[in-house]
């Protein structure tokens, strides 16, 4: 099992840009595709973006697309989620996430972080 910890979350205003980091603990890291969710308050949680183990393949939502980058360092047990050109309804805590198969899929999840809040502001 893989643990992960989130950190880059905060306040910015719109149009701004952050920069999440997932931190993973456990040997098996560059097997596990990862990935990031969101969740608004008062509202499910929904995927954001996701990479292959090996970096070759990018999943994105369409709200995404075109704002955010997704990265990793297997050296470093680190994924990334880069994002800008921030909106209000980009607003909400961002979960890291792990899994083996699919990861779009929220069932496909094998582990999850505990979450860093963005905010964005008008």
């Known amino acids: 099992q893989v643990q992960l910890v989130e950190s880059g979350g905060g306040l910015v205003q719109a149009g701004g840009s952050l920069r999440l980091s997932c931190a993973a603990s456990?040997?098996?890291?560059?097997?596990?595709?990862m990935g990031w969710f969101r969740q608004a308050p008062g509202k499910e949680r929904e995927f954001v973006a996701a990479?292959?183990?090996?970096?070759?393949?990018?999943y994105y939502a369409d709200s995404a697309k075109g704002r955010f980058t997704i990265s990793r360092d297997n050296v470093k047990n680190t994924v990334y989620l880069e994002m800008n050109n921030l909106k209000p309804e980009d607003t909400g805590a961002y979960y890291c996430?792990?899994?083996?198969?699919?990861?779009?899929?929220?069932?496909?999840?094998?582990?999850w972080g505990q979450g860093t809040l963005v905010t964005v502001s008008s």
């Open positions: 990479i292959t183990w090996s970096g070759d393949r990018l």
């Open positions: 456990g040997r098996t890291f560059s097997s596990y595709m």
């Open positions: 996430a792990a899994g083996t198969r699919y990861l779009p899929r929220r069932d496909n999840v094998d582990a």
